[in-house]
């Protein structure tokens, strides 16, 4: 009769496993679940094991057991804010910004009933740039913009808004410049800063277009091109949301 050999796993293999089907999830999952996921990875895993494992993510404080509406069997589990920074640190490896559960946690977290245009934009800063993304893991984004507005003197904006166009692209190239020295800068990020630069020149244009004959209404310009901005990060946020939803079918 052949022996059944035991399959052995590399330290912290199965738990990493466990994190990315969980990621890939927006809503809590439940034990049963995660086995299902992890047989059709390894041709065969216990709910034992299973529950062990995510007893020892909960230890590391990766994860936290949730509790559903309705009364139920078996354990629930899902990732918070809180977790994030601890599966950042014991698995480094893992790219959260690669998963729009970890982005939209963070948006929840450090902006509660935001605007949809405001959670497009933040959704592709972190998407795009690494040393940004740390920076709304750690709550810090609001910090960032209070520094930016006193430290910038940006002269030559029409209202406040304009102004945070501005220091939005500002951002976008000194985060963009960090992450190229630091070797994690890619080219739809170069893309992005170029395209919002551009688009920035044409909304600043147009507010400092003066009325005259032939041109008696220019806030009609200035809205159209603002229009046009908020059209750039709405394209984006589709492209970073697209390259999110291809995760969801990639393999681990």
């Known amino acids: 009769m052949e022996e059944k050999r035991k399959r052995h796993f590399t330290v912290g293999e199965v738990k990493k496993q466990i994190l990315y089907f969980m990621l890939r999830q927006q809503a809590p999952v439940k034990e049963p679940e995660v086995t299902e996921y992890l047989k059709s990875v390894y041709s065969e895993f216990n709910r034992a094991s299973v529950n062990r494992h ?18 139920s069997r078996f354990n629930y589990w899902d990732i918070e804010f809180k977790n994030l920074k601890n599966i950042k640190k014991e698995f480094s490896d893992i790219q ?16 509660p009933g935001i605007q949809l245009s405001l959670y497009k934009k933040y959704f592709i800063y972190m998407s795009l740039f690494p040393s940004l993304f740390d920076v709304f893991l750690t709550n810090s984004f609001k910090q ?56 920035i020149q044409k909304v600043n244009d147009a507010y400092n277009t003066s009325p005259s004959i032939e041109n008696p209404r220019p806030v009609r310009k200035s809205q159209a091109v603002a229009d046009e ?13 697209e390259k999110d939803q291809v995760l969801l079918t990639t393999p681990s």
């Not at 995510?54 to 009364?71: G, I, Q, R």
């Not at 003197?153 to 951002?171: G, L, P, R, T, V």
């Not at 901005?229 to 949301?241: F, G, H, P, S």
């Open 144 to 199: 960032l913009l209070k520094r930016a507005n006193e430290l910038w003197e940006i002269k030559n904006y029409h209202d406040q808004e304009h102004k945070m166009h501005i220091i939005d692209s500002k951002i976008s190239e000194r985060f963009f410049e960090t992450d190229f020295l630091l070797g994690k800068a890619d080219v739809e990020a170069k893309q992005f800063v170029v395209k919002l630069e551009e688009h």
């Open 96 to 111: 959260l910004s690669n998963y729009t559960k970890a982005k939209d946690i963070i948006i929840e977290e450090n902006f």
């Open 229 to 241: 901005l908020y059209a750039l990060y709405y394209d984006w946020y589709e492209k970073c949301l």
């Open 54 to 71: 995510f007893s020892a993510l909960e230890e590391l404080k990766c994860v936290t057991k949730v509790y559903p509406v309705h009364k």
